[in-house]
Structure formats: structure tokens, C-alpha cells
């Protein structure tokens, strides 16, 4: 069975501060996908990024960047310079299924970040 | 940029009633889903819908719920005998479904409370 572990679960940091999210998951498959939404204040879903099992390659988006790691079934977040629009709650997400019907998301419990002024 | 649309963004409902939510999915996309986060909670998988039919179902999707595509472009979930347990953001989304567009585009929400 498929687990997501956000082992943080609210992280306060000053504005500029770099912040870096955890997510440890645990798949049996050797093909799978790694997921990043954002839910702000409003309550709806952000998609942020999608990773597939055979690309380690880390990626950088502006401000955000994440650390995929096989080795330690990780896939950090890092939020660098953070700003008060940043604060959210962060859920790392797990696909077993490479396409369609059985892509159901497996959800972490969610990290709630705030970003003081 | 296409989204998912859903409606209503908030209902309370009486328990015992029954409810439907509605969502209209990304117009090419092919699989759709319904998700709930029950408040300060991890979001759920409830049912995944593809090709006209229920492709797998959670535990949490029992004989009260229902989820349907009346037409071509709506995508239902009806709650048939509301709980106060069923109080929850109830999320619809949609998949493109092919190995380059298997992301999950999640709609805004529609919040239920069950007094």
C-alpha cells in the first residue's frame, strides 16, 4: 500500500527566510508519481509539480525548487526568500499509476506553513 | 488557462437530506475524480470515474453516495441521506489521462455542512 508522510506540521518562518517542506513516501511500485499542491486560505488546490519515479532530477521554478532522492523515497520542497503570500498549507501527494482511472492521489496530512511580515 | 469548476461553493443542508454537488471537469480531460477533506484533515480519494463508469471506489464511498455524468460536460457527486460526519470540503478533479498529462487539476471546493 502507498503512504505519503509529512512528518512536519506547521512551520513559522520570517519573511526571506528559505523553508524547506519534508515528504517520505512508500510505494511497492517501481513506477510512480510525486505530487506538490498548495491549498491557501481560500481552500482550493494549487497543482504545483509533478514527478515521475525515473526522473531525479531536481527542479527549479522561481522561488521554489525540489530535492527527489530514490534512495530515501523523499521529495522535499524549498521555498527560498519566502513571502507572506507563500503561507499555505502544503500536501505532498503519491500516484501508483502511471495514467488514468487508478492515478487516484495518495495524500500526506499536509504541512501548514506561515510566513510572518 | 481550462479549470475545474464547481458549484455550489457552499450548501448547508439539513441531515437526512440529500445533496448534489456539481462539477464541470477540463473540457479534453477523461477521468475525473471526487476527493474530500473533512476540516483540518488530509484530503481523501472517494471515487474515480472514467469511460461512463465508477473505476474504483474508497471505503469512505458507500451506498449513500452516488456520482454520475448526466451529459457531456457535468460530473455529479449526490450525497443521498446526509450525516453530520459527511461535513467536509468535497473536492472534484480531472485527469487527461495519457502518459504526458496525468497531472490531477483539482476545482475550488464545495463546502458541505451537515447540521
Known amino acids: 500500500a502507498q503512504k505519503v508522510t509529512q512528518a512536519q506540521t506547521e512551520i513559522s518562518v520570517v519573511e526571506k527566510e528559505d523553508v524547506t517542506l519534508d515528504c517520505v513516501y512508500e510505494?511497492?511500485?517501481?513506477?510512480?508519481?510525486l505530487f506538490w499542491y498548495k491549498q491557501p486560505p481560500s481552500g482550493e488546490l494549487v497543482f504545483l509539480i509533478r514527478?515521475?519515479?525515473?526522473?531525479?532530477q531536481n527542479e527549479i521554478s522561481g522561488r521554489y525548487s525540489w530535492n527527489f532522492q530514490k534512495s530515501t523515497s523523499s521529495f522535499n520542497f524549498t521555498i527560498t526568500a519566502s513571502q507572506v503570500v507563500d503561507s499555505a498549507v502544503y500536501f505532498c501527494?503519491?500516484?501508483?499509476?502511471?495514467?488514468?482511472?487508478?492515478?487516484?492521489?495518495?495524500f500526506g496530512k499536509g504541512i501548514t506553513l506561515s510566513v510572518r511580515p | 488557462e481550462p479549470e475545474v469548476t464547481q458549484t455550489p461553493s457552499h450548501q448547508v443542508t439539513q441531515m437526512g437530506q440529500e445533496v448534489i454537488l456539481r462539477c464541470v471537469p477540463i473540457s479534453n480531460h477523461l477521468y475525473f475524480y471526487w476527493y474530500r477533506q473533512i476540516l483540518g484533515q488530509k484530503v481523501e480519494f472517494l471515487v474515480s470515474f472514467y469511460n461512463n463508469e465508477i473505476s474504483e471506489k474508497s471505503e469512505i464511498f458507500d451506498d449513500q453516495f452516488s456520482v454520475e455524468r448526466p451529459d457531456g460536460s457535468n460530473f455529479t457527486l449526490k450525497i443521498r441521506s446526509t450525516k453530520l460526519e459527511d461535513s467536509a470540503m468535497y473536492f472534484c478533479a480531472s485527469c487527461r489521462g495519457d502518459s504526458a498529462g496525468n497531472t490531477i487539476y483539482f476545482g475550488e471546493g464545495s463546502w458541505l455542512t451537515v447540521v
Open positions: 501527494a503519491l500516484s501508483e499509476a502511471p495514467t488514468g482511472a487508478n492515478s487516484k492521489l495518495t
Open positions: 514527478r515521475n519515479s525515473f526522473d531525479e
Open positions: 510505494t511497492r511500485d517501481t513506477t510512480y508519481y
